[in-house]
């Protein structure tokens, strides 16, 4: 089963405004990672943040984890049109790479 | 270099038939990763490779399904007796042996119709 659950499933958002997904997972990771997917294509990486670090940004990107919550947010600022996707959270054990169930996030122009 | 590259892009096959797909990892990368992935969910892992050895392989891989990674450059995946159910996108991915200093790199995919 997968390890990550995801939240929102569905997200639906104007141009400009933010957009925030939640991720939890259930067991000690080494790293988590963010991915973006268009509709039918493979998977891009937009940001890892290890087990030892609290906050990071990248570009519009900003992630958080809590660790002892078993838990990350990813929040996109200032959301484009171009950000509609899905995006997954992937938990990285050391030895397995699992990804979350994933939020569809549409950006309405 | 491209990046991951996954071939075929699509693949319709008959059930019962075999498949294989090739995939060509980003040549500095001793790790390779197989995963599944069906409509509206997130990718199943499947199985990955440390240069030529298979190191883990998921309870989703049954005995119809082998992968295969010689001398540690491209691998392979084929499913043997294809069912229905087979039908998804099959993505691999690529990345540094120490874990992923920038993520794993994903190829395009393969899409798999079996019918």
């Known amino acids: 089963s997968q390890q990550g659950e995801e939240d929102p499933q569905a997200l639906s958002i104007q141009e400009g405004e933010n957009a925030t997904m939640n991720c939890s997972y259930k067991t000690s990771i080494n790293n988590l990672q963010w991915y973006r997917q268009n509709s039918g294509r493979g998977l891009v990486h937009l940001i890892l943040?290890?087990?030892?670090?609290r906050e990071k940004h990248s570009g519009r990107l900003r992630v958080t984890l809590d660790t002892s919550k078993k838990s990350s947010s990813l929040l996109i600022t200032a959301s484009r049109a171009a950000d509609t996707a899905s995006y997954f959270c992937?938990?990285?054990?050391?030895?397995?790479?699992?990804f979350g169930t994933g939020t569809s996030l549409t950006v309405i122009p | 270099d491209t990046g991951v590259s996954q071939n075929p892009r699509h693949k319709i096959t008959k059930r019962g038939q075999n498949v294989t797909f090739r995939c060509d990892p980003i040549s500095e990368h001793n790790r390779l990763y197989w995963y599944r992935q069906t409509l509206g969910q997130g990718p199943e892992f499947l199985t990955y490779f440390q240069n030529e050895a298979q190191l883990e392989k998921s309870r989703l891989l049954s005995d119809r399904f082998s992968a295969e990674r010689p001398k540690g450059s491209f691998s392979t995946l084929e499913i043997q007796r294809t069912e229905q159910g087979d039908s998804a996108m099959y993505l691999c991915?690529?990345?540094?042996?120490?874990?992923?200093?920038?993520?794993?790199?994903f190829g395009s995919g393969t899409r798999l119709t079996v019918v």
């Open positions: 943040i290890r087990s030892n670090e």
């Open positions: 991915a690529s990345s540094f042996l120490r874990g992923p200093i920038g993520g794993y790199t």
């Open positions: 992937a938990t990285d054990t050391g030895n397995q790479f699992y």
